[in-house]
């Protein structure tokens, strides 16, 4: 594969990850002048964030005017709202790492096609560590073509996670979580940065994964990077509804297998009388157009959901493993 062989929409997310890469590596110089803003408890927001979102959109309706988007920083408030194609991006995961000059943050964009994620770029500036994917054509770092681990026994696994860190976030759950895997793996680890975290499982680096809370934001593209890389994501019960559930789990898929019989129990998906909570100003089109949150606009781009059966076992889909070419990556 070469660089002009890529599809034409993940060579504008690339621009796009990489200019707002370059935004985020001139601010690390000078940290110190950073205006910081704390969205809720131990959720901060800088003005690095703000533009490298506002450059992304730029790039990104520049050459596809027609597309939606939803962003953490903006939501739905830029882009078409009715398009089959929807960007959905991070411009910076791990703005807390990115504050405390801590260099383990990355920006995340992905496309979804009716629902489905199909294009995948996620950016780590500090190190110019490109990983990318579109679906059917393989994952890559770089130019090194990625695939999952093989390892299969859980006591010799590397597992990524996420820390509870929000206001009323459920501690207790998340110790039980934490000492169950724990005590069955190689290690735990916690970087900090999610879309990071989901690449690191596709490299090989990790074995799994597993985190609650996440956003569809955090996990639509590092969960194509990790399919195409022969990998398997779900939500805790194995199902592949993860993107708008908050909780996920991946891996190769023998140590995937094994994580979801463990974290099973601790399933608690959204409910559907959640998602279908009118946000403010909704009754008003403009006005749900230009000030819906992030999180209202997760709700209204969450697909309609019939009512789930009770889960008397846990089932784990096998998905097909995608073909490997032989051909190299861009550089």
């Known amino acids: 594969m070469s660089q002009a062989t890529l599809h034409p929409m993940l060579n504008t997310a690339i621009k796009a990850a990489r200019a707002a890469g370059a935004i985020i590596n001139r601010a690390s110089l000078d940290l110190e002048r950073l205006q910081v803003t704390a969205k809720s408890h131990n959720d901060f927001v800088t003005e690095v964030d703000q533009a490298a979102e506002e450059i992304i959109i730029e790039t990104l309706l520049g050459a596809y005017p027609g597309h939606g988007i939803l962003g953490e920083e903006t939501g739905r408030s830029h882009g078409a709202k009715d398009s089959d194609y929807l960007w959905i991006i991070d411009p910076l995961d791990g703005t807390t790492n ?12 992905a496309l979804a096609h009716k629902g489905k994620v199909e294009q995948a770029v996620v950016y780590d500036p500090s190190r110019n560590d490109l990983f990318f994917a579109t ?18 026994r859980m006591l010799e696994a590397l597992i990524g996670t996420g820390f509870p860190f929000r206001k009323g976030d459920n ?71 993860f993107l708008y559930q908050r909780e996920l789990v991946a891996g190769n898929p023998k140590v995937y297998a094994q994580l979801v019989q463990m974290l099973a129990k601790y399933s608690r998906v959204i409910k559907d009388e959640e998602l279908a909570t009118p946000a403010p100003g909704a009754g008003n089109p403009a006005t749900a157009a230009t000030a819906a949150t992030p999180e209202q606009a997760l709700a209204d781009t969450e697909p309609a959901k019939k009512p789930a059966p009770a889960k008397k076992v846990v089932r784990i889909k096998k998905a097909d493993l995608p073909k490997i070419a032989e051909d190299d990556a861009p550089l």
């Open 135 to 152: 679906k059917g054509r393989g994952a890559f770092l770089n130019n090194q073509r990625l695939r999952v681990s093989k390892r299969s």
């Open 171 to 241: 501690f207790k759950r998340y110790v039980e979580m934490f000492t169950e895997v724990m005590q069955a793996c190689a290690g735990l680890r916690r970087p900090g940065a999610a879309a990071l975290d989901l690449c690191y499982v596709a490299a090989g680096w990790y074995d799994g994964f597993f985190e609650t809370g996440l956003s569809p934001w955090d996990c639509a593209a590092g969960s194509l990077i990790i399919t195409e890389a022969g990998g398997l994501v779900g939500n805790f019960t194995g199902e592949a509804d």
């Open 98 to 109: 990115f504050i405390h000059g801590f260099p383990q943050y990355a920006v995340s964009i």
